[in-house]
């Protein structure tokens, strides 16, 4: 049994709680520069990608077995989508529009754009690992990434996940129907990754933990990449 006085005490607290969380996360204020930054330099390299004869998406896309010579691809591939469906590019950069406001917002803009981009590189290991013959296009890793962040940042600021819940489990769902030629590796890989990172970000928010932040962000990166050498090992390419 609780007194009403407890109760109004703890509920007048909560925000306090949520608050000094957001704070400690250094969140950026004004616009969220680096989303629209993201979305624009996608839209422009989509629109370069359509022209006829364009060599852009070849010369974008990842596939497993360019890895050793042409690493770059991994990251790369985020900025081309399938020329054949509009709604690729379109679903992605409206995930974007939404989530990415929120989280810079929250987490500050290089702490997003870190996120973002170590994100889709974990799409593209474990397209790597799981499809290595597969050429993937599209920031669907990255964005399965904001999604995962969100989620777990959300948890710790006590809000309903139902939703994005929901939101996940139906994307990761649709990408293992057969016909919808979905990369859900690249969902997966993405979605545990910008997970880890939101983690990271939570528990390092004190300002004397930057660099032990960064040293593990920089962990996470080092792990990718010694995965990235064993599948290439483990595949001959």
């Known amino acids: 049994m609780h007194c ?4 109004k005490e703890a509920k007048a607290g909560a925000p306090r709680q949520k608050s000094a969380i ?3 996360l250094r969140r950026s204020r004004g616009a969220p520069v680096v989303t629209y930054s993201l979305i624009g330099v996608t839209a422009l390299i989509y629109l370069l990608q359509i022209l006829p004869g364009s060599p852009v998406t070849n010369a974008l896309v990842y596939f497993g077995p360019f890895t050793p010579s042409e690493p770059w691809r991994m990251i ?5 989508h399938s020329q054949g469906s509009l709604l690729h590019i379109l679903f992605n950069m409206f995930s974007l529009f939404i989530f990415g406001p ?5 987490v500050g803009r290089a702490r997003f754009l870190a ?3 170590v994100s889709g590189l974990g799409g593209s290991v474990a397209v790597l690992l799981l499809a290595p013959v597969t050429p993937v296009v599209g920031a669907s890793g990255a964005i399965f990434g904001l999604l995962g962040a969100y989620f777990v940042i959300q948890r710790k600021l006590g809000g309903t996940n139902v939703q ?3 939101v996940i489990v139906l994307n990761l769902v649709i990408g293992f129907v057969p016909g919808t030629n979905i990369a859900w590796q690249a969902h997966l890989g993405g979605l545990v990754v910008g997970s880890a990172v939101a983690l990271v970000y939570l528990r390092t928010r004190r ?9 593990l962000i920089a962990g996470i990166v080092a792990v990718l990449i010694a995965v990235t050498v064993a599948a290439i090992q483990l595949y001959g390419f």
């Open 102 to 106: 929120l989280l810079e917002g929250m």
């Open 4 to 7: 009403p006085e407890c109760i």
């Open 207 to 215: 300002r004397d933990q930057k660099s032990l932040q960064i040293g």
């Open 76 to 80: 790369t591939a985020l900025f081309v």
């Open 164 to 166: 994005i819940l929901i």
């Open 115 to 117: 996120l973002y981009f």
């Open 22 to 24: 957001l704070t400690s």
